[in-house]
């Protein structure tokens, strides 16, 4: 949910109280009364009303940041990212000395090199023993690889890729649309978009540009780059 | 009113403190805001004649040399070899090109450019935080003490409402002319311990106007792909793209909303043009340099970073923040300035041939290509050591030959945007530790940064929560002009 009930969360002392005691008693007691089992607190904290709420705000919760009365979006971190793109596009990421389809979350350390794309989004060198070391800022570096970058650039014209299977099939528009905001957004698409989606097809030099321009705007956009 | 009209010329926006007061006064007497800022505007276009420039909007570009962790004032800047040798050190003062002024011989390609720069000699305040580094760093780069400062003289890590540096207002009010990044800052962030990046950003004023951080290796290749056009992907075509990424961001204004407060939509605007220009990407080539000029810089990572931030000076970049490549970490093998454990083997052999080679460089490369009238360059750490050999004064042990943390007197070197040249601004005492003539606070040195890009340094900008701040509670030192 981006924040602790004591946040940090690793910097427990007096003087850094939890915002909500109740609620950290109460889960405290739950998780030692299920024998420390993690799947049943998460569980319970997944299937909760606060952690599913909307990112929508109302002008008595707007200003808060502390007390989970909505969700807080937060840029995927780099791994995740990384991932997401890896799936979206269906082109994996390629790192060295590990099997093929490693994915990034499950990279032993930060020694394991890639393009260069987990360093710039964040992902902690481990100098310091500090979960602050993890950065999941925006910045104006961030939107040119994402723009422009080789990680997106090359995932979408991966020959083995999603879109050049899509184009290989010979899917109707629709399909192909269908497909990409379900790989990227994890829903269907709303009529309008269809129509935006289409037309940008039909406009496009060929359907294999077209596609992959609808894949690149979709991966760009803040609907697929946070968690929310 | 009238008083408005006396304003010396302005080439920003925004309005000083005791404009702010002013105008104060004038709702008063019945004059509304706009009509002040209407006044204003007229104001901006006449320079007063009486008041000498001093300075006023010389520079388009600064670069700091931001020589993190505290170099020896006494064995780089400001030689003291009639001090006793527990002060004065190994090194003996050499001659320079300007009669009078001396230098150590650990600078002796400096001591051929001195005609350029104008040392000050008693940069001096006391900093927040025990004098660790991080709290001088911050004070050093954003002109203000820290909010919040813990009991081991630890900050917070960087924080939204820090006040911004100075690279951040400096994009805010001096944008580049042309589609360029307004402030860059390289090879890597200011950093103590767990502490990264405080101060390195734009804090309260919002993320669209931090730097851009080029966290690579000038020394190595540097990674330009994100500014290289695809083949595949022609301008025409990124500007497909762009129209139809907006397009589906408009069908979903919650989300939309998120990438507000990240301020996504300016990092992309911004990305797209530079990425459409190629500008950047031509002056982060390296590459388009001769072998000589490289050799001359030095091989190494500071002296390339220096050369780039020429580079990107000359592509349009208003504020280049190159940070000491190496932080402390109490290795006496790594070129960190932070001399605590051995002092003059490393300065000698390691960290100054290389900040010898950059800043004489970077000042004679500026000459001879006419750009250093226009260009403030600044080499200054946070702090300076501490005269007296072997003794502790934050609180770390020092070895007999280690020089400890001393913000009470120390050197800066400023060049550039009518800074007279050959010149020795403020005097230390004899010992180096504390200043006999015109003491320099860190603040008045960041009011002349602004006062050379013709940014009035009093002027007032809204915080996080629309309490006005001024830029820097400084003035510009009018005697180094």
């Known amino acids: ?228 | 009113m009238l008083s408005l009209s006396q304003i010396p010329g302005r080439l920003c926006d925004g309005f000083s403190r005791r404009e702010f007061l002013r105008v104060g006064g004038a709702a008063m007497l019945g004059i509304s805001l706009p009509q002040v800022l209407s006044l204003q505007a007229k104001a901006n276009t006449a320079v007063d004649p009486s008041k000498p420039l001093n300075g006023w909007g010389k520079a388009n570009s600064v670069i700091l040399l931001f020589l993190q962790g505290g170099p020896s004032h006494l064995d780089i800047w400001d030689p003291k070899p009639d001090a006793p040798s527990n002060i004065r050190g190994e090194f003996n003062p050499i001659p320079t090109n300007v009669d009078g002024i001396q230098l150590s011989e650990t600078m002796p390609r400096l001591a051929q450019q001195m005609d350029k720069a104008c040392l000050i000699r008693s940069v001096s305040y006391t900093p927040a935080g025990l004098f660790n580094h991080t709290a001088a760093m911050y004070q050093m780069v954003t002109g203000e003490t820290p909010d919040k400062v813990a009991p081991s003289g630890q900050l917070d890590p960087p924080s939204p409402a820090d006040h911004p540096n100075a690279a951040a207002h400096i994009a805010n009010f001096r944008p580049p002319d042309e589609p360029m990044l307004a402030a860059v800052q390289l090879p890597r962030p200011m950093q103590e311990s767990n502490i990264i990046g405080k101060g390195g950003n734009a804090g309260f004023l919002g993320r669209a106007y931090d730097p851009y951080f080029l966290f690579q290796d000038p020394n190595q290749d540097i990674n330009l792909d994100d500014l290289t056009l695809r083949p595949e992907v022609p301008p025409v075509r990124l500007k497909r793209r762009k129209s139809l990424l907006e397009t589906i961001n408009a069908g979903m204004p919650e989300i939309d909303k998120v990438a507000d407060s990240y301020a996504l939509n300016e990092y992309y605007e911004k990305a797209y043009n530079l990425i459409l220009s190629q500008r950047a990407r031509n002056a982060f080539d390296l590459s388009q340099e001769s072998d000589e000029m490289r050799d001359k810089y030095g091989r190494h990572t500071f002296g390339q970073s220096a050369l780039l931030a020429r580079r990107l000076v000359e592509a349009g970049t208003r504020f280049v923040q190159v940070n000491w490549p190496s932080v402390a970490n109490g290795d006496p093998n790594t070129t960190a300035w932070d001399t605590h454990a051995t002092n003059f083997g490393p300065l000698k052999n390691l960290h100054c041939p290389k900040l010898d080679s950059a800043v004489s460089s970077l000042l004679e490369d500026l000459h001879q290509r006419g750009m250093l009238d226009e260009t403030l360059v600044l080499a200054i750490g946070e702090f300076g050591r501490s005269p007296r050999m072997g003794i502790s004064t934050s609180g770390n042990s020092n070895a007999p030959d280690g020089r400890d943390h001393w913000p009470y007197c120390y050197t800066g070197l400023i060049a550039g945007a009518g800074v007279k040249g050959g010149q020795v601004y403020g005097k230390s005492d004899a010992t180096g530790s504390t200043p006999l003539e015109n003491p320099v606070h860190p603040r008045d040195i960041l009011a002349t940064v602004y006062h050379t890009l013709g940014i009035d340094p009093h002027t007032i900008v809204l915080n996080h929560l629309e309490q006005p701040r001024e830029l820097v509670k400084g003035e510009p030192i009018a005697g180094i002009f």
């Open chain 1, 1 to 228: 949910m981006g924040r602790g009930i004591i946040e940090p969360v690793d910097d427990i002392r007096t003087s850094n109280p939890p915002t909500n005691p109740e609620l950290l008693d109460a889960l405290t007691k739950d998780f030692v009364e299920s024998g420390f089992n993690l799947k049943h607190i998460m569980r319970t904290i997944a299937h909760s009303r606060t952690y599913q709420q909307s990112i929508k705000t109302n002008k008595w919760n707007k200003a808060d940041k502390i007390n989970f009365s909505h969700a807080v979006a937060r840029r995927l971190t780099a791994e995740q990212l990384l991932d997401a793109i890896g799936v979206a596009t269906g082109s994996r990421p390629r790192f060295e000395a590990v099997p093929k389809n490693f994915r990034a979350v499950q990279l032993p350390d930060s020694k394991v090199k890639d393009d260069g794309f987990l360093k710039l989004f964040g992902r902690p060198e481990r100098e310091t023993s500090c979960e602050c070391e993890r950065t999941t800022e925006v910045s104006l570096a961030h939107a040119m690889n994402l723009i422009n970058g080789p990680t997106v650039a090359d995932a979408l014209i991966d020959p083995e890729g999603r879109i050049a299977k899509l184009v290989k099939t010979g899917s109707d528009d629709r399909t192909v649309v269908e497909e990409l905001y379900l790989a990227t957004l994890s829903r269907l698409p709303q009529e309008n978009e269809y129509a935006v989606a289409i037309e940008h097809l039909a406009n496009a030099e060929s359907k294999e540009e077209g596609t992959q321009d609808l894949l690149w705007a979709l991966i760009n956009s803040p609907a697929f780059l946070f968690n929310r």
